[in-house]
């Protein structure tokens, strides 16, 4: 199901085709030799754990494997093994602004998403344009996650050692918010996650202040799986946001976009000792399994951070007005697993 939903999207994006990047949709030069290099944080991948004992020092998720696993090694016997964990860029989360397609990785427009087109009259997600809630309330982002080629090379890396594949996709777009109907309606986003309604009060959000400062100081709070630290509450999963700052905003839209990815079984925990084996299905959100990095418009190059970290420690100034209000983050993904023979 999780590889046949990407490759939908795949084919979808084929067949409209992309065309030049226009004045509202700016090209992040991700993509390109000298992006790799420079708008990558390449420190970001330490520390590894063996064992687990961290070769360097640097921040290690709590809740990660212990030192010995067993799974089923080459012959498909269980095999006792080692511990092997280590942080990999696995994907692209950008968001935009626009409802037409535009994906500044890719540094150009999707032509299916024109309103000219069969499809483009008949879009899902839309955009900001099409919410009446979004202009009133504050910003709108559409998402898109796209596979990133250095994460999916280390990941290759790690199989080679390890008891088993990761649950990584073989597609390159994985996910766009435009064909999703719940993207852009609070209402109809609440349907596909009732749980929403348990966190809907003046407790369940006052948690989220706990959250926030644990994520700016340390780690975030990973029982408080609704709360996006000092940017909002997760639920309900959509592209709203405030008008108080565009980096949290733009954060927050993509922190709602794995946490929906999750829930669609579209991504997997990957850390503990119950997925060393093998990635697993995870409803919820694992905020500790991660941290983001700030590509675009003004890249974060010496470092990354938690879910929920305050802005103002890592990007409130991350943004241009008019020419750079749209983001691209790459998402470093702590990946555990079983080295056995």
């Given at each position: 199901m999780k590889r046949f939903a990407a490759l939908l999207v795949c084919g979808l994006l084929a067949i409209g085709g992309v065309q030049a990047a226009s004045p509202t949709c700016n090209d992040a030069g991700l993509f390109t030799q000298a992006g790799i290099f420079t708008k990558v944080c390449w420190t970001c991948f330490f520390p590894i754990t063996i064992a687990g004992v961290p070769t360097s020092p640097g921040s290690v998720p709590q809740g990660n494997a212990g030192a010995t696993c067993v799974c089923p090694g080459r012959f498909g016997y269980p095999t006792p093994g080692i511990v092997l964990g280590m942080w990999q860029p696995m994907r692209v989360v950008e968001l935009v602004r626009s409802g037409k397609g535009c994906s500044p990785s890719l540094g150009s427009e999707f032509s299916m998403f024109n309103d000219a087109t069969p499809y483009g009259l008949f879009?899902?997600?839309?955009?900001?344009?099409?919410?009446?809630?979004?202009?009133?309330t504050g910003s709108f982002y559409n998402f898109h996650v796209l596979a990133f080629p250095v994460g999916q090379l280390t990941d290759m890396l790690t199989d080679s050692v390890c008891a088993a594949e990761s649950g990584s996709s073989d597609a390159d777009m994985l996910y766009a918010s435009e064909l999703d109907p719940t993207w852009n309606n609070e209402e109809l986003s609440m349907f596909t996650t009732p749980e929403a309604v348990l966190f809907a009060n003046p407790l369940a959000i006052a948690a989220c202040v706990a959250d926030a400062a644990a994520a700016t100081v340390a780690q975030p709070i990973g029982a408080?799986?609704?709360?996006?630290?000092?940017?909002?509450?997760?639920?309900?999963?959509?592209?709203?946001?405030?008008?108080?700052?565009?980096?949290?905003?733009?954060?927050?839209?993509?922190?709602?976009?794995?946490?929906?990815?999750?829930?669609?079984?579209?991504?997997?925990?990957?850390?503990?000792?119950?997925?060393?084996?093998?990635?697993?299905?995870?409803?919820?959100?694992?905020?500790?399994?991660?941290?983001?990095?700030?590509?675009?418009?003004?890249?974060?190059i010496t470092g990354n951070h938690w879910i929920g970290a305050s802005t103002f420690r890592w990007g409130e100034w991350r943004n241009v007005p008019a020419v750079g209000e749209d983001f691209v983050f790459l998402k470093w993904t702590f990946q555990e697993c079983c080295m056995n023979f």
């Open positions: 879009l899902q997600g839309g955009g900001a344009e099409s919410s009446d809630t979004a202009s009133k408080l799986y609704w709360c996006a630290g000092s940017w909002g509450t997760i639920y309900p999963f959509s592209g709203m946001g405030g008008r108080d700052s565009e980096p949290a905003s733009a954060s927050l839209a993509a922190t709602r976009a794995i946490a929906a990815m999750h829930r669609r079984g579209l991504a997997n925990l990957a850390m503990t000792q119950a997925a060393v084996c093998r990635d697993i299905p995870w409803p919820t959100l694992p905020k500790q399994q991660y941290k983001l990095q700030t590509v675009h418009p003004i890249p974060e």
